[in-house]
């Protein structure tokens, strides 16, 4: 299950994820749509499963939803979106809404998030769908400040932790924006490791993708683990 964040600052869009893929039957499914932890008929599928992508040559894209079903597969889905994406005969506006309404039909009422962002003929512009619901939040020019963060999936402690603070934006370079989602998606990836109320849903390496609107750089970050090399100083 996904942590993911999208978050808006002057001249970029920075988004993260974890890579964590499970497979569960379809009680499991249904306990979890309706938050029933209990149900522990679930397992880790051995590979990853990216859920932050570059689309095109200069859209973002975060996922969360289930990756497949008897009869789709969200690879299949976002290998059409790439080729819309690339052929640059479709708008922003456009690819959003085609995306919303493949997903809307594939998973027949199943929940799922997306988050699509770029800077189409200059302007920032954010797209956030929620279970079918879309909508847009624009900039008016190149380097408006949106400052804005939208996080979806198993973000209960990152809530916990953002919950009636304030975010300062005027110090929010891209470095720092990019330390803040590694930081706040490892938070709830280990927090679903060390306690006992949700199951270990997510975890894995971490991807996060920063959209100007003159380039598009990707890294991958390590599940954290001091132990790992490197993680210790001394």
């Known amino acids: 299950m996904t942590i ?24 499991w499914r249904k306990s979890f749509q309706e938050k029933d932890y209990s149900n522990k008929n679930f397992r880790i599928h051995p590979s990853e499963f990216p859920k ?48 919303n309404d493949k997903l809307k039909h594939a998973l027949n009422g199943q929940s799922f998030e997306f988050h ?41 402690i990152i809530e916990k932790l953002c919950t009636g603070e304030l975010l300062d934006y005027e110090r929010m370079t891209i470095e720092r924006a990019v330390n803040f989602l590694y930081l706040t998606i490892t938070a709830g990836c280990k927090y679903l490791e060390y306690f006992t109320k949700y199951p270990e849903v997510s975890g894995g390496p971490i991807n996060i993708l920063v959209i100007t609107p003159d380039k598009c750089e990707f890294y991958k970050f390590p599940e954290f683990n001091v132990f790992h090399k490197g993680g210790v100083l001394s």
């Open 52 to 99: 932050t992508f570059l689309l095109g040559e200069r859209y973002g894209l975060n996922y969360s939803g289930f990756g497949f079903t008897d009869t789709w597969r969200f690879e299949d889905t976002l290998e059409e979106l790439q080729q819309m994406a690339h052929s640059n005969k479709y708008t922003f506006y456009e690819l959003a809404i085609c995306l």
């Open 116 to 156: 699509l962002v770029g800077f189409p003929e200059g302007r920032p512009v954010l797209g956030e769908c929620n279970d079918g619901e879309l909508l847009f939040y624009e900039g008016k020019e190149r380097n408006t400040a949106m400052d804005r963060l939208v996080m979806a999936g198993m973000v209960d």
């Open 4 to 27: 993911m964040a999208t978050m808006a600052i002057k001249g970029a869009f920075i988004l993260g994820s974890e890579s964590r893929q499970v497979i569960g039957g379809e009680s």
